[in-house]
């Protein structure tokens, strides 16, 4: 047997703690008696009955702890038991206890006191981000900041705070997350899977993640990174870190790293780093020359060993009769999605688009939401611009995204179809094409949203770069002879 | 975790269901909630204007949060203990014509009704004046010196006036070293600390000087060092706050020390009679000792670099001041309030006083007002019904670095009272710590009018962080 005596000079509780602590202790295997208890008269005698000798001085101020053990295991194993329980913070009763719920917490750390939070999701505005961040962080949360506005110094604090607490900040300025298949801000529901995505663009992880759901095989998660991790003075702190988490995760046996063109030497960082673990990365930097995004989900597809299936595309019945010297015009609200289709058609209808007339606008860019919310949550300012855009004699193609998910309005098809079958009833030789990014499983039902879409003389295609493809080639086919419509080849 | 094992990545975020807190737009936290992801949302709202860069600063310094971890766990393992009662003469050193005062320093031309009512008393009980007027006189001339009680280690209930005759509890923090004082409580209605000075006030610290602190000293030092936490936290269970209800504490403090009293060869039988009639008669007793307690363990949390944590709250009836643990003995100051709370009698807001006293102490060691939840019993007179108290509790919750280990609420499921009070959290949430405070008329020689509650003004804590920003 071993006994386990200690005093604890001035160490308050009140007795029924004290007997519950008791109790659980002395019912542990191994344990032959165990009593926590103030030191007053009556309790020190009850110790002495039990066999334990209580230390000359020790007061009814003064907290005894005694334990007997059948062997050191046990012994230590209680004490263990004993100082947890003593320590236990009492947390407070689930929804308030008989008294009513307590106020809403006032700040992250608060928040995260009162649960067993995992991360925090910021949006409050970018001047205020980081207090709430850096209280988040060491309340010991990883940190999601959809803000944009803060200041490049405080993004390299947080992240330096966060790496410091193996932790990881998102953000600022980051749109999109998926961890364990939650969405955070903006997300699309997809089938869990083998492929991470680390984002330092919001809409090219969306799409990336619908593709690689439309294929069939799914995603680990998502780590956004924000749009200026991989500049020079951020130098891809985040995307290091998601990698590395990405890497030790058992579920993701693929990396995606979805970004603008990063800083060069922060590219040879990032491409160093991904050489030295263990899960093949690939790169997706919607750039002249490189792979857009649906090839890069092609050849993970291939890495994978999965087959290519063909992309959804919900083509109209309506056939257009586009008129020569017509104008592609690009509206999106995704910006990575606006630049690849930019990219593309460039590379179809000529580097100097502006000169002929073609225009792509991002409504998602800080221009268009100071002050308002998001195109992809408000489609005001967008459907506005897309009307005139349709009125104007010179447009010939309307190129637009719609980018479902968590976060995202609720049926952009509703406000968005009657403006394009307005617009196409009005001009026979106007084409609509719709960038559709989203799963069936999204709250706005893909599939629905493609049918009213197409309903409405759109052509309608799930990867971005074919529907700007097929953009282009409508544009190109007026350009070049002012007639007919041109069939997207095989 | 312990040494060697390898920690999850990003504390395991990828491999659980997540959890997830959030604060700004709704609608991220509504589409959280329609994938049945458990969400706390943060009521979240802008810091004053103008804050942004002091917070960053602070809150970004290197070491801040640590900073803030030590000075706040100094503060709830300080374990003070009772260990002698003398006279301020020889524990302070005062000399005769040298006086302390509660709250901010302060110069007689700006001191309220009852700190000058108290100043009178203490010339007339010293002997320096015949008469209130020529005591006055003697104050307005700059005869005598007065300066802060906490500048010596001290704090003193409402004007908190120390003469040199007077009796000073001494209390040693046994884990961190320190040492507070505190004046004997006198009792209530017409007392020196509210700022009545008739005979009956004098004579009243006369005995005490004579009897009373005589007595006490027999009794503590028979009894040896008493643990003043210990009967703090028995107390709270017994549904005292320590600030503005100490009857159950005065009593385990009483039950502690009658024995040694009575014990007590060298104190006359009808003395020790005397001096446990008057502290048995008088609730408020234990305050003076609570406060000791409460200035041991905040001076413990002094002088941490960086450290944003509020280790006194103290008002002269003038101005309402706070320091703070990064800043030194910096005092940042503002116009004390008028307590919102219930009169006696036929006494009225009118009658008030702006708010006075270095009880406030209390609050700053995570009791008071922050320990409301446990007293159910002075709710109603401080403002309210049950719940009321218990939402202020939890309010200062927000507001607060911890939870204190040893003071629990059984109300809150005996969770601890929250303790440590946090610049950067007052300027964040706006929310300013809640403090029971007696009420002192505002004429000199009213003595106690009423009992409330009563907040510092916020502009203080704005002006303490911009000096933090400034050290980090």
Same mark, same amino acid.
């Given at each position: ?490 | ?5 390898? !920690? /999850? #990545?990003?504390? *395991?975020?990828? $491999?659980?269901?997540?959890? %997830?807190?959030? &604060?700004?737009?709704?609608?991220? =936290? ?14 979240? !709202? /802008? #810091?004053?204007? *103008?804050?942004? $860069?002091?917070?960053?600063? %602070?809150?970004? &310094?290197?070491?801040?949060?640590? =900073? ?405």
């Amino acid at each position: 047997m071993r006994h386990w005596v200690e005093v604890r000079r001035g160490a308050y509780r009140d007795s029924v703690t004290l007997m519950r602590v008791s109790r659980l202790v002395s019912a542990r295997d191994g344990v032959d008696g165990a009593m926590a208890a103030m030191g007053t008269p009556l309790n020190a005698g009850v110790l002495e009955r039990m066999g334990f000798t209580v230390p000359d001085g020790a007061g009814a101020g003064d907290l005894v702890v005694a334990i007997r053990a059948e062997d050191d295991d046990a012994l230590e194993g209680a004490r263990e038991a004993l100082e947890g329980l003593l320590r236990e913070e009492a947390r407070a009763p689930e929804g308030g206890g008989l008294l009513g719920a307590p106020p809403a917490p006032r700040t992250m750390a608060s928040a995260a006191a009162r649960g067993d939070a995992g991360v925090a999701l910021l949006s409050v505005p970018g001047p205020h981000v980081f207090p709430e961040a850096m209280d988040a962080l060491d309340a010991g949360l990883n940190v999601m900041i959809f803000s944009d506005n803060v200041p490049p110094t405080q993004e390299i604090a947080l992240k330096e705070a966060a790496a410091r607490r193996g932790l990881i900040v998102m953000g600022p300025d980051c749109g999109t997350a998926s961890v364990g298949g939650v969405g955070l801000g903006f997300a699309n529901a997809v089938r869990p899977g083998p492929v991470g995505i680390v984002a330092a663009s919001g809409t090219g992880a969306q799409q990336l993640m619908c593709l690689l759901d439309a294929a069939g095989a799914g995603v680990s998660h998502v780590l956004g990174v924000g749009g200026r991790d991989l500049s020079a003075r951020v130098s891809g702190r985040s995307a290091l870190s998601a990698l590395a988490a990405l890497d030790a995760d058992p579920g993701t046996g693929l990396i995606v790293l979805v970004s603008k063109p990063p800083a060069p030497q922060v590219a040879d960082l990032i491409r160093e780093a991904a050489r030295r673990l263990d899960t093949p990365v690939l790169f997706a930097l919607p750039v002249p020359g490189e792979d857009d995004l649906t090839r890069t989900a092609e050849k993970a597809l291939t890495a994978l060993g999965l087959k290519v299936p063909e992309w959804p595309r919900w083509p109209a019945e309506r056939r257009p009769a586009p008129r020569r010297g017509t104008a592609l015009r690009g509206l999106f609200a995704g910006g990575t999605l606006c630049d690849e289709a930019e990219v593309i058609a460039r590379e179809a209808l000529g580097w100097d688009l502006e000169a002929r007339g073609h225009a792509f606008t991002d409504f998602g860019a800080d221009a268009y939401t100071r002050g308002r919310a998001h195109p992809m949550i408000d489609p005001t300012l967008r459907l506005e611009a897309l009307a005139g855009a349709a009125a104007d004699p010179a447009t010939g193609v309307l190129l637009v995204d719609v980018v479902l998910g968590f976060g995202a309005e609720d049926d952009p098809a509703a406000a968005l179809a009657p403006v394009l079958a307005a617009a196409l009833r009005d001009r026979s030789e106007l084409a609509a094409v719709v960038s559709l990014c989203g799963t069936p499983a999204d709250p706005q039902d893909r599939d629905r949203q493609a049918a009213a879409l197409r309903d409405a003389g759109a052509d309608v295609f799930a990867s971005n770069a074919q529907a700007a493809r097929h953009a282009a080639r409508l544009a190109g086919a007026a350009g070049r002879d002012g007639a007919g419509h041109a069939e997207e080849a095989p | 975790m312990t040494g060697g094992e390898a !920690r /999850p #990545p990003l504390g *395991g975020l990828l $491999a659980r269901e997540p959890r %997830v807190v959030t &604060a700004g737009v709704e609608v991220l =936290a509504d589409a959280l909630a329609r994938q049945a992801v458990p969400v706390e949302a943060v009521d979240w !709202r /802008p #810091p004053p204007p *103008g804050t942004e $860069a002091a917070l960053a600063a %602070v809150l970004g &310094a290197p070491g801040h949060a640590e =900073a803030n971890a030590r000075a706040v766990e100094r503060m709830v393992t300080a374990r003070p203990h009772l260990v002698d009662v003398r006279p301020a003469r020889e524990v302070l050193g005062l000399e005769p014509g040298a006086f302390l005062h509660a709250g901010p320093p302060l110069e007689w031309e700006r001191a309220s009704g009852p700190m000058r009512g108290a100043l009178i008393g203490a010339m007339l009980l010293e002997g320096l004046a015949e008469t209130p007027p020529g005591a006055e006189r003697e104050l307005a001339r700059g005869g005598v010196t007065f300066e802060p009680c906490h500048h010596h280690g001290a704090v003193g209930p409402m004007a908190g006036v120390v003469s040199p005759s007077m009796w000073m509890l001494v209390v040693e923090d046994a884990e961190h070293g320190g040492t507070s004082y505190c004046s004997l409580n006198e009792g209530l209605g017409k007392v020196l600390r509210y700022g009545a000075y008739g005979p009956e006030v004098i004579a009243r610290l006369a005995w005490m000087g004579e009897v009373l602190g005589p007595a006490l000293r027999a009794a503590v030092r028979a009894h040896g060092p008493l643990d003043l936490l210990s009967i703090i936290a028995q107390a709270l269970q017994m549904g005292d706050e320590l600030h503005n209800r100490n009857r159950a504490a005065t009593s385990l403090l009483l039950r502690e020390l009658a024995p040694d009293l009575a014990a007590a060869s060298e104190v006359p039988r009808e003395r020790a009679a005397e001096a446990l009639r008057f502290a048995a008669g008088n609730d408020h007793f234990f305050l003076n000792a609570g406060m000791a307690a409460a200035k041991a363990a905040a001076d413990a949390a002094r002088g941490v670099p960086g450290s944003s944590l509020v280790v006194a709250m103290a008002r002269n009836g003038t101005d309402f001041g706070i320091q703070v643990s990064g800043t030194g003995d910096r005092w940042f100051t503002g116009p004390a309030g008028v307590p919102d709370g219930l009169y006696l009698g036929d006494h009225g807001p009118a009658d008030a006083n702006p708010d006075i006293g270095d009880s406030a102490i209390t609050e700053t060691a995570g009791m008071g007002g922050f320990a409301l939840a446990a007293a159910p019993a002075i709710v109603r007179f401080v403002g309210g019904e049950v719940p009321d108290a218990v939402a202020a509790t939890q309010r200062m919750y927000e507001i607060t670095l911890a939870e204190h280990p040893a003071l629990r609420i059984p109300l809150l499921s005996f969770r601890g009272t929250p303790v440590g009070v946090d610049v950067t959290r007052v300027v964040r949430t706006g929310i300013l710590p809640v403090i029971d405070t007696g009420i002192a008329g505002r004429e000199a020689g009213t003595g106690q009018v009423g009992a409330g509650l009563v907040e510092p003004p916020g502009g203080i804590f704005t002006d303490a962080l911009h000096a933090l920003a400034e050290t980090v």
